[in-house]
C-alpha cells in the first residue's frame, strides 16, 4: 500500500540506540528528555537487549505528529554520539520502518523479519 497524504501518519517513533559502552550515555539523555520534553514525547521501556526489528539495545519516544518537527530538531542537536532511527506510524509497519524512515546519526540494519519483511 502507499501512502501519499501525511495525515495516514498517526505518529511518529524515534529509537535511541544504545549498547553496553553507551548505555550510561543513553540514560542521560533519556533523564534530559524527560526533563526537558515530557510535554512533547511518552518515552517507552529501556530494553538492554535487541527487541522487534531493532538490532541494538533502545527506548522508544513516541512522538504526536504536531510535535515532530520541534522533537527531531531537538534530537539533531543533542543525540550526542547515539544514533537514533525515526519512523512515522501508518497502518504498514514494514513499509514505515524500511522505506520510510531516517536516520539520526549512523544507520543499523535492521530486523524486517520482525515485522514481515
Known amino acids: 500500500m502507499s501512502h501519499s497524504n501525511p495525515a ?12 553496553a559502552a553507551t548505555r550510561d550515555a543513553a540514560w542521560a539523555l533519556r533523564e534530559t ?3 526537558q520534553l515530557s510535554h512533547a514525547v511518552q518515552i517507552g521501556r529501556f530494553h538492554e537487549r535487541p527487541v522487534g526489528p531493532h ?7 513516541a512522538i504526536p505528529s504536531e510535535r515532530f518537527a520541534a522533537v527531531f530538531a531537538w534530537l539533531v542537536l543533542n543525540h550526542g554520539a547515539l544514533d537514533v532511527f525515526v519512523h512515522p506510524n501508518t497502518d504498514d509497519a514494514l513499509r514505515d520502518h524500511r522505506d ?14 520482525a515485522l514481515g519483511g
Do not use: C, K, R
Open 33 to 35: 528528555i524527560a526533563e
Open 100 to 113: 520510510a524512515a531516517v536516520w539520526i546519526g549512523h544507520s543499523h540494519t535492521l530486523n524486517l523479519v
Open 55 to 61: 538490532p541494538m539495545w533502545s527506548y522508544q519516544l
Open 8 to 19: 495516514d501518519i498517526s505518529g511518529w517513533h524515534a529509537h535511541i540506540y544504545f549498547d
